[in-house]
């Protein structure tokens, strides 16, 4: 987030000639890789619009509402945590009400995301601290912050990593970050917009900037459902994807995967192998199958 606007107001310093003549060279290798790296995610957001549609960001009703799903959806699925959420709040009318009840009651409520009795204990202190700071049990001031500020007042908390800041400054706000969850990474690093071995903070401070205003809802989402739909940890489906072009990973998979065999030779291949394991166990003898291919059971008389 910090240094968005770096490209332009460097470039804009040294025409002006308030920059140092000494660093304009340094400046310059620098700007160019920047605006390379911005074009290259707009090529790939512009892909992910053609594979799957645009998306568009809707403005919730509290953002102390999508903090506290991003909380339970730590280290479960999103369908737990939102039903987690959505059994806490039929029994909890307010934010006060679950403050002030007991801990096993909220927790009884989110059970179905694991872990819950820290996550009640971490979400009832959260509720506390928060009413301490600002007097009620709101957050909409982050609306109108920095978004370096915002997000290092979440990360101040107990609990609030990088990506659960991320995604409530993002979906609750519209500010623009962009949340770094271990799909959306795996994405990233193949078609090498971050390190190989970038982490999620590191990844959120490499890209947020790279995303023109607007736009970080859309990459997001787009990169979350691609990186479920095509492009998966094992066996990814690279012959059909349009970012096969931006995609190091995915171009060499192509270019070193087996040619495809004919079915007769798929199905033979098959046969042998299924006999070798039977063989190997001592269910059948490897001259225990005809060249017709049936399998006769060990001891039988022919």
Request: net charge positive; aromatic share 6%.
């Amino acid at each position: 987030m910090i240094g968005s606007n770096f490209p332009r107001a460097a470039a804009d310093a040294v025409r002006s000639g308030a920059a140092d003549p000494n660093i304009t060279l340094l400046l310059f290798p620098l700007m160019r890789r920047l605006m390379v790296k911005r074009a290259k995610v707009r090529r790939v957001l512009r892909r992910l619009e053609q594979m799957y549609g645009t998306r568009t960001w809707t403005r919730p009703a509290c953002g102390l509402d999508v903090l506290v799903e991003a909380l339970l959806a730590q280290n479960t699925n999103m369908a737990n945590a939102t039903s987690g959420y959505r059994q806490l709040r039929r029994r909890f009318r307010s934010w006060n009400a679950v403050m002030a009840a007991p801990v096993e009651d909220v927790q009884r409520q989110i059970a179905i995301c694991g872990l819950a009795r820290m996550r009640a204990r971490r979400l009832q202190d959260l509720l506390r601290i928060i009413r301490a700071q600002r007097g009620k049990l709101d957050i909409e001031f982050l609306r109108d912050e920095a978004p370096r500020a915002a997000y290092d007042w979440l990360t101040s908390f107990y609990g609030i990593g990088p990506k659960t800041a991320a995604f409530t400054l993002l979906f609750a706000f519209a500010l623009p970050v962009l949340p770094v969850d271990n799909g959306v990474l795996r994405v990233l690093r193949r078609t090498r917009l971050v390190r190989a071995k970038a982490r999620d903070a590191e990844a959120e401070h490499t890209m947020s900037p790279l995303i023109a205003p607007g736009r970080h809802y859309a990459m997001h989402v787009l990169l979350f459902t691609h990186a479920k739909q095509r492009c998966r940890p094992k066996n990814p489906k690279c012959d059909e994807c349009r970012l096969l072009e931006l995609c190091p990973h995915g171009k060499r998979r192509v270019r070193h995967a087996a040619p495809e065999q004919p079915e007769e030779v798929t199905t033979l291949r098959r046969r042998a192998a299924r006999l070798a394991t039977f063989a190997s166990a001592g269910i059948l003898r490897s001259s225990d199958a005809d060249g017709a291919g049936v399998l006769r059971p060990r001891g039988r008389a022919r």
